[in-house]
Structure formats: C-alpha cells, structure tokens
T-cell receptor, first 113, second 115 residues
Framework: AQSVTQPDIHITVSEGASLELRCNYS??????LFWYVQSPGQGLQLLLK??????LVQGIKGFEAEFKRSQSSFNLRKPSVHWSDAAEYFC???????????FGKGTMLLVSP | NAGVTQTPKFRVLKTGQSMTLLCAQD?????MYWYRQDPGMGLRLIHY???????AKGEVPDGYNVSRLKKQNFLLGLESAAPSQTSVYFC??????????????FGPGTRLTVT
C-alpha cells in the first residue's frame, strides 16, 4: 500500500524568506502526487499536482514542486513566503486505481514578521 | 456553482446517539469521498463511492455507514456515536478516473464533538 511521510510537523519561516516543505512517498509504480493547503477552519485547496512529464510542477500562489523518483520525494517550494501563506500543507499520493488519495500528516507553516 | 457543500457545519452528540452528515456536489462528479481529520493524523479515508448506488470501505470505516442513492449526494452515518469519533469530517468529490485533469474538490468540513 502507498504511504506518504511529511517529516516536519511545524516549520517557521520569516516573511520574504524561501520555503521548502518535504514529502516522501512509498509506491511501487509511478505515483500521482498532490500538494494541498488548508487555511485555519477551511477545507483543502489544491496547490499543484504531478502526473507525468516535466518533473518540476508549477502551481497556484507562486508554489512549485519537484518530483524526484530516485529519492521518492515531492518537495514543495516557494521563493518568497508571504504572511498569508501561513497554513497547514498536505502532501498526498494517488495509486489505488480508484482515485483515492493517501495523505501525509501535514506540515504547519508559521510565518514570522 | 456551490461546489461541494456539507451539512451541518457543527454538531455535538452524546455517546450512543446517531446522526447523518450530508454531502452534496453540483459538479456532476462520479466519485465521492468521506475523510476524517484528527490533529497530527492528516486526513484518513473513511468510505468512498465510485458512482450512484456504490460504496466502498476506506482506511478507517469502522463505526460508519454510507449511502449514495443520488449521484449528487453522499451520506455518512454514525449509528452509535463514540467519543473516538470526535473529529472534523470532510467530503470530497472528483470526476473519476485519473490523469492530468484529476483533482478532488473538498467541502468546508463538519466539526463533530461526541461527549
């Protein structure tokens, strides 16, 4: 069965600094990978997704992620963080054949002034 | 379009009571899902449906039942609520299948407390 690990429970970044959130997956074949963001008290919003092709994926709000098969990773990056980026971020993998997602436990991003 | 809506937004139950959570989507999606979210646990799949009249178990199905009598609605039932079912419940839907256009759309969530 597939699994997702997000090693960092919390990360604090200064506003304007760069960000990288880590995600490692376990899946036998080529995975479909996703990053979602959840603002406090809200549902989940899709930031970006990887299916195939170019391993660097661009998403909304200035985020990007790079798929590295050799490292089983799909890390999320942003060059300059804004205070409004403070939220919880979830990495997910789809691979069951029924379009179900397996989520990581999430990384809470705090942005300091 | 309203997207995915959930009813109610908040609910408090006593142990042993029953209730039904309603999820509705207006995107004509085939697939629908129920997740629960607990602190430090991420989202875990409870049940899902790949079409009207179908349901299947996810990762944590015990204590829950579901029904998909209409394509646009997916109901989650708790027959005898337990404190361990205190959680935030999210419904999601997708067009089904996989590929570049695949995406799950999430509702705003229902916060359930069982005392």
């Amino acid at each position: 069965a597939q699994s997702v690990t997000q090693p960092d429970i919390h990360i604090t970044v200064s506003e304007g600094a760069s960000l990288e959130l880590r995600c490692n997956y376990s899946y036998g074949a080529t995975p479909y990978l996703f990053w979602y963001v959840q603002s406090p008290g809200q549902g989940l919003q899709l930031l970006l997704k990887y299916f195939s092709g170019d391993t660097l994926v661009q998403g909304i709000k200035g985020f990007e992620a790079e798929f590295k098969r050799s490292q089983s990773s799909f890390n999320l990056r942003k060059p300059s963080v804004h205070w409004s980026d403070a939220a919880e971020y979830f990495c997910a993998v789809e691979g069951s054949g029924y379009s179900t997602l397996t989520f990581g436990k999430g990384t809470m991003l705090l942005v300091s002034p | 379009n309203a997207g995915v809506t959930q009813t109610p937004k908040f609910r408090v139950l006593k142990t042993g009571q029953s209730m039904t959570l309603l999820c509705a989507q207006d995107m004509n999606h085939e697939y629908m899902y129920w997740y629960r979210q607990d602190p430090g646990m991420g989202l875990r799949l409870i049940h899902y449906s790949v079409g009207e009249g179908t349901t299947a178990k996810g990762e944590v199905p015990d204590g829950y039942n579901v029904s998909r009598l209409k394509k646009q609605n997916f109901l989650l039932g708790l027959e005898s609520a337990a404190p361990s079912q205190t959680s935030v419940y999210f419904c999601a839907s997708s067009y089904g299948g996989t590929g570049i256009f695949y995406e799950q759309y999430f509702g705003p969530g229902t916060r359930l407390t069982v005392t």
